[in-house]
């Protein structure tokens, strides 16, 4: 996929934005070509020096810009030439889908193996052994404490588990 192909994706642009948020979202949408310092991202994009800093530390954090320092002869100065690397955006996430992935199915199981109460009145909802040492009354309100059916919940995490193996193309 194409560099500019990539920042016109939707799902890219939340990606980078989940990273840098809004303040950095100017930085990670608009790379330059090129090596560029973070001074001359801050004029160009009118941003404080402090937002673009961050933003490109956390993009090279997740390996999607690199950087090489320049001393300067006279003075000692460090100077970091930026420069972006958004190839590694698909593998990324890809890599993220993986780990929810595996979070929602770690997360379903527990739900599936657990039997759950809730206060009706506070919306607390307690595990059984929880429910039963508080002698199924809310610790809240004093409540009684009603058995809670989550196979709703249960059944969406099964339907989003199966769209994300399908999208990774990995079988059950």
Known sequence: MAFEDLLEDPVIQKYL??????????????????????EELAEELGLELNDVRRALFILYE??????????????????????FEYETIPENLAEEMQRLLEALEERE????????YLCEICS????????????????????PLESMDNDRLVDAMERR??????ELNVEA
């Not at 934005?17 to 973070?38: F, I, N, Q, S, Y």
């Not at 997740?62 to 420069?83: F, H, I, P, Q």
């Open 17 to 38: 934005h989940e990273l840098v948020g809004p303040k950095g979202m100017p930085v990670a949408a608009a790379p330059p070509d090129g090596e560029v310092t973070d």
């Open 62 to 83: 997740n390996d999607l810009a690199s950087y090489r320092r320049l001393r300067d002869e006279d003075s000692g100065w460090l100077t970091y030439l930026w420069t």
């Open 109 to 116: 199981e527990y739900e599936r193996n657990h039997e759950f």
């Open 124 to 143: 607390i909802r307690f595990e059984f052994g929880e429910a039963m040492d508080f002698g199924f009354e809310c610790p809240e309100c004093g409540s």
């Open 161 to 166: 588990i199966a769209e994300l193996q399908a």
